[in-house]
Nanobody, 125 residues
Framework: VQLQACGGGLVQAGGSLRLSCVAS????????MGWFRQAPGKEREFVAA????????YYADSVEGRFTISRDSAKVTVYLQMSSLKPEDTAVYYC???????????????????WGQGTQVTVSS
């Protein structure tokens, strides 16, 4: 089981980045997927999540309206389109797959059992 995240980088404030995460090794098609982030000295925090169908999305208040999460029709790739980036968005971003079906605890990192290696996003002011 492997989650491979990519797409991070250095961008100026106001810019955009698109993160991708590919799941392999087993089928995650019926599980929600999410993105979390962790800045230096801070705890990991929820960013966004999408249900297995892709029909329902969830966002942290801090990124609502700026970030968009989606997943492909094959249900193996999840994307995070980030726009109007701010310096406070600087963090390592992790993709994850929820341990159980359903949306209970979808904002809670403890409900996710599979994690990618993280990709660094740095936003300069």
């Amino acid at each position: 089981v492997q989650l491979q995240a990519c797409g991070g980088g250095l961008v100026q404030a106001g810019g955009s980045l698109r993160l991708s995460c590919v799941a392999s090794g087993r089928s995650f098609g019926t599980y929600a997927m999410g993105w979390f982030r962790q800045a230096p000295g801070k705890e990991r925090e929820f960013v966004a999540a999408v249900t297995w169908s892709g029909g329902t999305t969830y966002y942290a208040d801090s990124v609502e309206g700026r970030f968009t999460i989606s997943r492909d029709s094959a249900k193996v790739t999840v994307y995070l389109q980030m726009s109007s980036l701010k310096p406070e968005d600087t963090a390592v971003y992790y993709c994850a797959v929820k341990s159980a079906r359903g949306v209970t605890g979808i904002r809670n990192s403890e409900r996710y059992g599979y994690w990618g290696q993280g990709t660094q996003v740095t936003v300069s002011s």
